[in-house]
C-alpha cells in the first residue's frame, strides 16, 4: 500500500533525513545532499528551519526518558536552522543508516558522515529514520503531503533497475 514513505521494500520507500545544526554551521549541506543525490538516491522534499522545541520533542519522544534529552533538544532548537529532507529509493531507509554511519562517530565507519566529519555524540551532525515505522512518524511530523514531489529523476531507470 502507497504510504507518506511510500512502499517499504520497493523504489518507492522513503526516509526522512535531517541534517543537524552543526552540520549547517559547519557548511557541509552541499556534501551530505551529494552524498545521496550521487547514490540516485531521488530528492522528494527538502527545506531550512529552526524547528520549534514542540517539534524536536515529538521527534525525540522515543528518547524522553534518556539522561540527553534535553541536551539534544536545545542542540536541535539552538536557532542553527537544521535542514530537513525527504529521500526517496530502494532500500532508502537502510541504506541512509549506513550512509550516516553509527550514532557514536568514534564507532562510525571512516566512509560514513558520521565517520568522516564528526567525533562527539552529541554533535553527530545528520538523522535518519532507523525503520519504515519511523519513516513514516517523521516525514508525517516534519513535512505536508503538498510539500511532498513526485518526478522521476533522468538516470531512475538505469540507477533503480531491478533486472
Ligand atoms: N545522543 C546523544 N547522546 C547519546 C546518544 C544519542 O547526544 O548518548 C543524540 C545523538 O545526537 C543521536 C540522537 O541523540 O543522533 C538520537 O539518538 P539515537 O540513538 O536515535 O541515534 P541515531 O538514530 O541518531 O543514530
Ligand atoms: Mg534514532
Known amino acids: 500500500a502507497k504510504t507518506i514513505a511510500g512502499e517499504k521494500g520497493t523504489v518507492s520507500e522513503r526516509s526522512f533525513v535531517m541534517i543537524k545544526p552543526d552540520g ?3 557548511q557541509l549541506v552541499g556534501k551530505i545532499v551529494s552524498r545521496f543525490e550521487e ?3 531521488k530528492l522528494v522534499a527538502i527545506k531550512s528551519l529552526t524547528p520549534s522545541p514542540a517539534l524536536a520533542k515529538e521527534h525525540y519522544i522515543d528518547l524522553a526518558s534518556r539522561p540527553f534529552y534535553g541536551g539534544l533538544v536545545k542542540y536541535i532548537t539552538s536557532g542553527t536552522p537544521v535542514v530537513a529532507m525527504v529521500w526517496e529509493g530502494k532500500d532508502i531507509i537502510r541504506q541512509g543508516r549506513r550512509i550516516v554511519g553509527a550514532t557514536n562517530p568514534l ?3 571512516p566512509g560514513s558522515v558520521r565517520g568522516q566529519y ?3 555524540v552529541g554533535r553527530n551532525l545528520i538523522h535518519a529514520s532507523d525503520s519504515f515505522e519511523s519513516a513514516t512518524k517523521e516525514i508525517d511530523l516534519w513535512f505536508s503531503e503538498a510539500e511532498l514531489s513526485s518526478y522521476e529523476p533522468t538516470a531512475w531507470g538505469w540507477v533503480m533497475a531491478d533486472n
Do not use: H, K, P, T
Open 107 to 109: 564507532e562510525s565507519d
Open 39 to 41: 547514490r540516485g538516491y
Open 118 to 120: 564528526a567525533v562527539s
Open 24 to 26: 549547517v554551521s559547519r
